[in-house]
């Protein structure tokens, strides 16, 4: 599935998943409301960083704003349960929603929807490597496929290991991708698959169950 943009907002609906983008060096976050893990991870950050994680916290209360109007979420990391440092995944107090993020040179992505509708969500975002031969070739190796499609077929696999909840901790060349679907080798739960066309220059692929 190739969804394409549906307004100049940078934004656009995958069925019940709402996804938008949005440059970190033209973002204005003066605004941001940050709850306490993000507040001091914000204080260890600074210059492109810092700006890039604060337009993530922007672009999702923009995209839960449309998602849910009138509710005022509050957006917080949470501890990391690996390493107990102040960048795990996302928690959102108030609406019943599941939410994602990804970046890519400046680029910030973003995914929303409630729970009632979808269950887990994960997002992937590359620079195109048109020309990045090396690169290329050692995804190929570890992902299998061709040159030509080897990125996209990453950005994929990232994105259900990100819904999945365990990341790379799961090795890459376990995820099955047919067609608009993926799946987890010995897991039941099957995800869908879209492609976000975003801005030029960059790969996007949405995952959701």
């Known amino acids: 599935m190739i969804a394409a943009m549906n307004s100049p907002g940078q934004s656009v609906w995958v069925g019940d998943v709402l996804v938008g983008w949005a440059s970190a060096a033209t973002a ?11 507040t001091t991870r914000t204080a260890g950050l600074s210059g492109e960083q810092k700006a890039r994680f604060l337009q ?5 209360h923009r995209l839960l704003g449309e998602l849910q109007p009138g509710v005022v979420p509050q957006l917080d990391a949470t501890t990391c349960p690996h390493c107990s440092g102040p960048h795990g995944p996302v928690s959102v107090e108030g609406p019943a929603v599941v939410v ?10 973003a995914a929303v ?4 509708r979808v269950t887990a969500l994960g997002l992937d975002a590359e620079r195109d490597a048109v020309g990045a031969a090396e690169r290329l070739a050692d995804l190929v190796k570890l ?8 990125l996209r077929r990453w950005t994929q696999i990232e994105a259900v290991l990100k819904a999945d909840g365990r990341g790379l ?23 869908r698959l879209a492609e976000i066309s975003g801005p030029a220059g960059y790969l996007i692929s949405l995952a959701w169950r």
């Open 56 to 60: 993530g916290r922007t672009l999702l």
């Open 100 to 109: 994602g993020l990804a970046h890519a040179d400046g680029l910030v992505v």
């Open 28 to 38: 204005d976050t003066a605004a941001v409301p940050l709850g306490p893990i993000d």
């Open 169 to 191: 901790r799961v090795p890459p060349e376990q995820v099955r991708i047919e067609a608009e679907t993926a799946q987890i080798e010995s897991d039941p739960d099957r995800y």
């Open 143 to 150: 992902i299998g496929g061709s040159p030509a499609t080897a």
């Open 113 to 116: 929807a409630t729970t009632s």
